[in-house]
């Protein structure tokens, strides 16, 4: 990319694709209640609808990254692209829950194929690092907005059409996007001497869907013994065989030095500390307003547009202020904003205060904002450009760890505190609040811990 406006074009391209991978992360929030009447879900299969897709995806993005840079990001953004609208169409017409979650897991791979390279393509593209880091915080900003905009996009449609619109509509994106890419992308650059490894990508997926498993069974009060011991032996066994098997190999989908960098580790633990918080705020916000005081799937969906508003300006202004005011100071502002903005949202939202739920809500969304661009821009600045492949794999594990970890755990809490409680009692909403506040102070402390200014990371006032 040689002009301003063709490395701009490219990244609105890269764009589109990203939305769709956050909108499909979160637009079955507001759906679940008419996915049970029209298909007839369980809560488990309920919980399998909406883990499948972020479950593949994480459990496949290190090595998808790395066979990016074997093969070439851009062929596999079109690859992926492709992927990503044949599952959509499948699960659109899914005639039952079963098929459903394996369209779904046909999306997260998709998904999987097509999310490194995007982040790699930036690294490839914007080599001028103020112009790279504005990228990343714009890359960051539509992660975001796409994760926040899903239940407002799944209310809309649920509002005027069928539940298979929620899928349908990806489609035509689809269609666009690949068309705009052969277009305006730079051209494929292989390395067919970078190795790539399936049987690690087989053990991560086996450990993450070990461990999404034991959190469920755990958290069920009629839990499956058997089950729950086979889950933590396979998560366990799993990640003992994934990291036995990147030291034996000289070209690891994982190698575990770049977490010598105490700005790289900061930066996965702050990305997925935020993701856990704002993914678990958001399950819960749709379905309280939905399930307990009879909000439509749009009117539930519009509640959480407010993270999406506060978090574009911040996750921007995050990644093109870096180099001024630096790592730590915009990762411990953001916690602290998410953290607060939970806390008023837990109180506020069980006291039906609609107007003071909104601004909370905006004020998680300017942290986490400001949080994802800057962790973007830190794991991604810290890892040699050998490694571009593997440190956007990285990034996004931590993203979609840190969704899957939440939507696990506050899924699965979920049913258990309403039947304990009481549907319409908010002490349920106020006690997963308290746990989506800890984890972020948790993540913020540990982020500012791993505060340093390592030799080579790019990132100045650290």
Known sequence: MSTPLQRWTFLLVISLGLLMIGVDNSILYTALPELRAQLGTTDTQALWIINAYPLVLAGLLLGTGTLGDRIGHRLMFLVGLTVFGVASLAAAFAPGAWFLVGARALLGFGAAVMMPATLALIRITFTEERER????????????????????????????????????????????????????????MPNPSKHWDAVSSVFALLTLSGLVMTIKELANPDRTW?????????????????????????????????????????????????????????LMTTQRFQLVLGYSPLEAGLLIIAVTVAAFPLSILGGAFLHRVGFI????????????GVGLA???????????????????GAGAGAIMSVSSTAIVGAAPVRRAG??????????????????????????VLQLALGTHDAAYFRILTILAVSAAVFAGITAWCFRGNPKGAGLAHQ
Do not use: H, K
């Open 226 to 282: 058997w089950l729950l011991a086979v889950s933590a032996v396979i998560a366990a066994g799993g990640g003992i065989a994934f990291t036995r098997r990147q030291g034996r190999l000289s070209d690891p989908l994982l190698a575990f030095d770049v977490f010598r960098s105490r700005i790289f580790t900061g930066g996965v633990l702050a990305a997925g500390g935020a993701m856990f918080a704002v993914a678990g705020l958001e």
């Open 346 to 364: 837990a109180f506020f939202g069980a006291a039906d205060n609609i107007p003071a739920f909104v601004a909370a809500l905006a004020l998680v």
């Open 329 to 340: 100071p915009l990762i411990t502002g953001g916690f602290v904003a998410v953290a607060v």
């Open 390 to 415: 593997m440190a956007a794999g990285v990034e996004e594990v931590s993203y979609e760890f840190g969704t899957l970890l939440s939507v696990a755990i506050f899924g699965s809490l979920l049913p």
């Open 133 to 188: 880091n504005t990228a990343i915080g714009v890359w960051g900003s539509v992660a975001v907005i796409g994760a926040a905009a899903g239940p407002v996009v799944g209310g809309l449609l649920l509002e005027y059409f069928w539940w298979g619109s929620i899928f349908l509509i990806n489609v035509p994106i689809v269609l666009l996007t690949i068309a705009a890419t052969i277009v305006v992308a730079p051209a494929n």
